[in-house]
């Protein structure tokens, strides 16, 4: 069974690169396997001076710090896992840094290696061999957007004599921290990362499976991914972007809470309905307009012409209301929420929407 090194590059403590490299390591641990786990932000590491004294020596690096834990730490391990948040299409600083610094591990000696590609010969066997992985998490839709990344790690393996071992990439990262809107994908996400740990210590290499397991996307495109993503910084603005105030305002957002409506329209039972429903959220001053026909539902801005149906709330009525949260009987009766035109469009709402069921 085999050694996992994980060395941590994102700085935050409670986002998404960090709850996928804590299933990584379970699944390392579970399998047996044993982890050394590094946060790099905790380490006093410097940035390297470019001054090649390593290459004029037998390798010491001529600053002090805390370099030296890490390349015991390399040394010890037989798989190495480098996490990092995907920051401006490249890595953290706190991996970049490390990155440079592993210069002394090298020598000024250039050779090509198997593949005719020319490298720094390796000083010693520290990395040579070892498989390295990469976890990486970004709030865009793509995969394409870590692109750059991968191809640096890639390289960083060649150039050590090490393997490029797969990697584990997360689009739209902060959706992970809301199970509720997808919890079928979100698990075979997190068991993705589990198996992934556990290929780690007994394979040395992650699966295509588990690759495709983890960077599957969340939402069904990337416009309901752009419109989600608008609401959820809407409320960081107010709450942050982690913790449970963040979490219940993204859920009980009107819009989100509608555009989820749509996503449960059943075209088979509403094929032959053909209907306008303006939504008015007062004191937020937002209104959307829910419309049917041709059995298609879209969701979107009001136009001139006089709906079918007008719902009058607030947001929390509205959305507490359609989360099943609070009785609509009784939020319609206190007056909480008002209907306007054919009410019998809204009694027959369990009828097209599932979710409204």
């Known amino acids: ?16 690169t960090e709850a996928l490299a804590n299933l990584v390591v379970k699944g390392a641990i579970d399998a047996g396997g044993t982890v050394e786990d590094i946060s790099l932000p ?42 990092t948040p995907l920051y401006h299409f ?30 720094n010969a390796p000083r010693n066997t520290v990395m040579h061999g070892k498989p390295v992985a990469l976890l990486s998490v970004a709030g865009l839709y793509d995969t394409k957007v870590f692109g750059g990344l991968v191809e640096t790690f890639k390289l960083i393996a060649e150039g050590h004599g090490a393997t490029f071992a797969g990697k584990l990439l997360r689009p739209e990262a902060f959706l992970l921290q809301f199970p509720e809107l997808a919890r079928q994908k979100i698990a075979e996400i997190e068991t993705g990362a589990i198996n992934a740990g556990r290929e780690l210590v007994t394979e040395g290499i992650i699966s295509q499976t588990n690759e495709d397991f983890v960077s599957q996307a969340i939402m069904p495109n990337a416009s309901r991914m752009i419109a989600y993503s608008g609401i959820y910084w809407e409320y960081a603005k107010i709450h942050g972007s982690y913790g449970e105030a963040q979490h219940y305002a993204v859920l009980h957002d009107a819009k989100l809470v509608l555009m989820e409506l749509a996503r449960t329209f059943d075209p088979v039972a509403g094929k032959d309905a053909r209907f306008d429903i303006l939504f008015e959220i007062i004191d937020k001053g937002d209104k959307f307009l829910l419309s049917v026909k041709d059995g298609v539902c879209t969701i ?4 001139d012409a006089k709906p079918s149906l007008t719902i009058t709330s607030d947001n929390e009525t509205l959305t507490k209301s359609f989360l099943k949260e609070m009785s609509i009987r009784a939020a319609i009766s206190s007056g909480q929420m008002k209907l306007t035109g054919r009410t019998d469009i809204f009694m027959k709402l369990g009828k097209y929407f599932t979710a409204a069921s």
Not at 1 to 16: D, F, I, Y
């Open 42 to 83: 905790d380490l006093d590491i410097k940035s390297c001076l470019g001054c090649f004294e390593c290459w004029l020596n037998d390798g010491t690096c001529v600053i002090k710090d805390d370099i030296a834990k890490i390349f015991a730490a390399i040394d010890r391990c037989d798989v190495i896992l480098f996490a």
């Open 90 to 119: 490249s890595m953290s600083s706190y991996v970049k840094i490390l990155l440079e610094r592993l210069l002394p591990l090298v020598t000024n000696r250039i050779v090509e290696d198997a593949y005719a590609f020319s490298i």
């Open 1 to 16: 069974m085999k050694k996992l090194l994980v060395l941590r590059g994102n700085p935050r403590k409670e986002g998404a």
């Open 300 to 303: 979107g801005t009001p136009t």
